[in-house]
């Protein structure tokens, strides 16, 4: 309410006496008295001008904010409410004050003639007042849409760079190419196949940037090339197990689930020659889960993007499937439960993955 300029303190105050200066120009006009322009300032018929102008605006004003009280959300009903009312507020203000006044002031009643120019000029000037308002309301609601607009666009830019960034993964990519000029000095032929699995990585990522929904042996496939490159930095410590049938294949996965959350627990695990890491991937059919399971031991410092990337699939499986993603801790093993989502028609195959 703070927002609509006529409840500001400058436009209560200074647009009242200009109003009133107006008016009672207008009055000597529509009287043909030109003659008493000479001495408009010195009149005491100006300040009773001015003084009925900040009356009624106040009186306006508070029409307004017990509408906006009552009716806050209905503004195409309430503007035929408010503009009737303002003018019979008008009416009745007018014609009670200025009564009054030639009644105390000059001991006689206003001619009907003249309470019909001042109820006249100032039923126009309530309507007026009203006009400015609603107009101020439609601007203000259409400057907010359009806020609106801007932050929910902004919004989604964000969280497309942000989802680009955890797709492409740029900590993966800069220690995958530390090790590959390592490789490269070393072993030809090893550094090639590094490259193979390298390429085959960012590609599947790229290449389903825009699609929906994997498959549950694409996922499992762009994981293991994962587990390869991490095995270089790690000593050739990390395995992943794969102990699903064969019948559950094409089951649908949310792309890039498998290769985030394992780098997300080989980044949160010691891993080293006397605790080697471990994963296995196994399947609850009665219970509709996916689950991905292994020894826990913890690094002491948490990483942020397993925080996000955790965070991202569970936001991701919320839309498709009514089962949460499950992460438990229980008998020195984690378990990250991921819900089944109901089989394809056909099979969400791209181009092959090494």
Known sequence: MKKIFIHNAFFRLLTPAVFGILTYLLILLINNDLAQLSSTFTNQEVYVCIGLTYLLSEVLRMNVVLLE???????????????????????????????????WVYNFSIAQSQLIVFNAIYGVASLLYNLLYFSNIYVHKKNARMMENEQIKTEALESELTQFKNEVNPQL???????????????????????????????????????????????????????????????????????????????????????????????????????????????????????????????LSRFDFADNALETIQKSYAFYSDKPVVCVKAYDFSYIKIPLLEEVEEPLELESQN
């Not at 195409?76 to 009745?92: A, N, P, W």
């Not at 000029?181 to 290449?207: A, F, G, K, Q």
């Not at 997300?264 to 994963?279: A, D, E, G, Q, S």
């Open 69 to 103: 009280r009552f009716f806050p959300q209905v503004l195409k009903s309430r503007i035929i409410t408010q503009v009737l009312g303002g003018l019979v507020l008008s009416i009745v203000v007018i014609s009670l004050a200025i009564s009054l006044y030639f009644k």
């Open 173 to 299: 990519l800069y220690e995958s190419l530390e090790m590959l000029i390592t490789l490269i000095h070393r072993n030809v032929e090893e550094s090639e196949d590094y490259i193979d699995h390298l390429s085959s990585v960012y590609r599947y990522i790229l290449s389903h940037r825009k699609v929906e929904l994997s498959t549950l042996r694409q996922e499992t496939r762009a994981a293991q090339n994962i587990v390869y490159l991490l095995n270089y930095q790690f000593d050739d410590q990390i395995s992943l197990k794969v102990n699903v049938p064969g019948s559950f294949e094409d089951t649908p996965v949310v792309p890039g689930t498998f290769p985030n959350l394992i780098e997300m627990i080989v980044r949160t695990t010691i891993i080293n020659r006397f605790r080697p890491l471990k994963i296995e991937l196994t399947l609850e059919e009665s219970d509709g889960y996916m689950v991905i399971q292994h020894e826990l031991n913890d690094r």
